[in-house]
T-cell receptor, first 115, second 114 residues
């Protein structure tokens, strides 16, 4: 079956603009996670949802970052008034949370470049 | 503060050899420890995972060894192949294993020479 998909794959934006990154999880997966991955580093947690409820947003760097998952499926990560330090790979993962284990499956990511 | 510390940063192994990557943690609430494999340009892919009620888990050429008292776990790749060349990340979570954030190590870049 189809894996996690993300769009766009690449986004170049000017400083100060808003961007919206989309994640389409594996069908039927109830949990959805957003991570940010710097080059040469492991993914760093941003936020996650169970169904449409945002369970933990402690990893969001500041209030310019927000996320939603209104119907419990597709999620959007929005960054307002982008800054150069926001440039990174943004990854989405989903999990069925079944079998009692936290198996998270990652998408290909969106490479954000803020100029 | 890095919740999961991973070493080495890079590893070069000859084909057929054993690759060993180590991770350590401090948070005793961690109860799920996956390893991810990442090829250039791709997202991390779940490779193998272990829970602290067992000391070892083996899947094919990949084995996780877990030492609860030392708060350490490691990935062993037996008979390493050039196709295993990738970046490997260890991770941990603490939400009853069923959900919640993963804390990742910094990664190990493995190169297997033919």
């Amino acid at each position: 079956g189809a894996g996690v998909s993300q769009s766009p794959r690449y986004k170049v934006t000017k400083r100060g603009q808003d961007v919206a990154l989309r994640c389409d999880p594996i069908s039927g997966h109830v949990s959805l996670y957003w991570y940010r991955q710097a080059l040469g580093q492991g993914p760093e947690f941003l936020t996650y949802f169970n169904y449409e409820a945002q369970q933990d947003k402690s990893g969001l760097p500041n209030d310019r970052f927000s996320a939603e998952r209104p119907e419990g499926s597709i999620s959007t990560l929005t960054i307002q008034r982008t800054e150069q330090r926001d440039s990174a790979m943004y990854r989405c993962a989903s999990s069925s949370a079944s079998r009692g284990v936290n198996e998270q499956y990652f998408g290909p990511g969106t490479r954000l470049t803020v100029t | 503060q890095q919740q999961v510390k991973q070493s080495p940063q890079s590893l070069i192994v000859q084909k057929g050899g054993i690759s060993i990557i180590n991770c350590a943690y401090e948070n005793t609430a961690f109860d799920y420890f996956p390893w991810y494999q990442q090829f250039p340009g791709k997202g991390p892919a779940l490779l193998i995972a272990i829970r602290p009620d067992v000391s070892e888990k083996k899947e094919g050429r990949f084995t996780i060894s877990f030492n609860k008292s030392a708060k350490q776990f490691s990935l062993h790749i037996m008979d390493s192949q050039p196709g295993d060349s990738a970046t490997y990340f260890c991770a941990a979570s603490d939400r009853g294993s069923t959900l919640g954030r993963l804390y990742f190590g910094r990664g190990t870049q493995l190169t297997v020479w033919p």
